[in-house]
């Protein structure tokens, strides 16, 4: 009985394979690719369990073999990339890595809030570039974050409000804004106020998106929803790129019919709109959420753990519920 690797993962991973001593191979061990389809057919015909990414098209050739896999990890909180109904037919258990990356992605999506409305990428390149050439009073003036010297709070619209959601609400009310939240099922936190969707695009200065992709949630920001939104607001996407229209979100960035964006994933990663790329209101980071050395270590864990209780025909601790 053996795991499929199909990309390199933390030490921290492999340590926890190895120490249970049951074979594995990695499909991909160069961390700038992922693995080719063909790659990922070939290893899961070879081995009953796979571990793998977000890069990962999971579809039903793969989970159904000859053999039927006998499990899924999947070092990611999303798992968009898999065929949940497919493995569910064929009864593959999937399991991803929630709740440890919370706090990574909460941080990253408020750091992509700040950069744009502060500025601070095209600061930098401002002074690499040698355009610095004396302090002015109306040198590169960005959006406030925290309350306006005259008290008025800036408010934050949070679009799906799980766990990651949360902790977005958790920074900005300690940065002092008003913070509004949308998700499906109503959930009344203190501090939070509860607003219909598109009433949220229309009275936030930062909208932030947490929800993961389904049929449901493609394309729910699309250019109506953009027209909702105030012409000093930003929209900060650190969930899955085809949330967004990003053609339709190109065009309101390039007419400054909104203020601007951070964007940390992309509807056709890694390919990101030639639209946006000459634009200076928008941060673009490439599918940095997670990514911090403490994160990935643990992810890894959890990955690792999972694959080897698929491998023990064990229900393994962060099994999606059926
Ligand atoms: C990252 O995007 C994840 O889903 O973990």
Not at 171 to 196: C, K, P, Q
């Amino acid at each position: 009985m053996s795991i499929f690797v199909t990309r390199r993962i933390p030490e921290s991973g492999f340590a926890v394979l190895r120490a249970a001593g049951v074979p594995f191979e990695v499909g991909q061990d160069d961390d700038e690719r992922p693995l080719a389809h063909e790659g990922l057919l070939r290893g899961a015909r070879r081995h009953p369990v796979l571990l793998c990414h977000l890069t990962d098209r999971v579809d039903s050739e793969v989970l159904a073999g000859p053999p039927t896999l006998r499990g899924v990890s999947q070092m990611a909180v999303g798992y968009d990339n898999i065929d949940v109904a497919a493995a569910r037919g064929l009864g593959v258990p999937i399991a991803n890595t929630p709740g440890v990356l919370t706090d990574a992605t909460a941080d990253l999506a408020f750091a992509l809030l700040l950069a744009a409305a502060r500025r601070v990428v095209e600061g930098d390149r401002f002074v690499r570039d040698g355009r610095f050439v004396a302090w002015g009073p109306n040198l590169m003036l960005g959006a406030g974050v925290g309350p306006a010297p005259d008290g008025a709070k800036k408010v934050l619209g949070i679009a799906g409000f799980g766990r990651i959601g949360k902790a977005m609400a958790r920074r900005a009310l300690g940065f002092g804004m008003r913070v509004l939240a949308w998700s499906r099922r109503r959930e009344d936190t203190d501090g939070v106020e509860w607003i219909e969707l598109d009433e949220l695009f229309a009275q936030s200065d930062f909208v932030s998106l947490h929800l993961p992709l389904s049929p449901s949630t493609r394309h729910l920001v699309d250019a109506r929803r953009l027209a909702l939104m105030k012409p000093t607001a930003f929209l900060i996407n650190t969930a899955r790129g085809p949330v967004v229209d990003e053609g339709a979100l190109a065009a309101v960035l390039r007419a400054r019919r909104i203020a601007g964006a951070g964007l940390d994933v992309y509807e056709r990663e890694p390919v990101v709109h030639e639209g946006l790329l000459g634009l200076d209101n928008v941060v673009l980071l490439p599918h940095l959420g997670s990514g911090t050395i403490e994160t990935r270590a643990r992810m890894a864990v959890m990955a690792a753990e999972s694959a080897l209780a698929f491998v023990r025909g064990e229900r393994a601790e962060w099994e999606l519920k059926a």
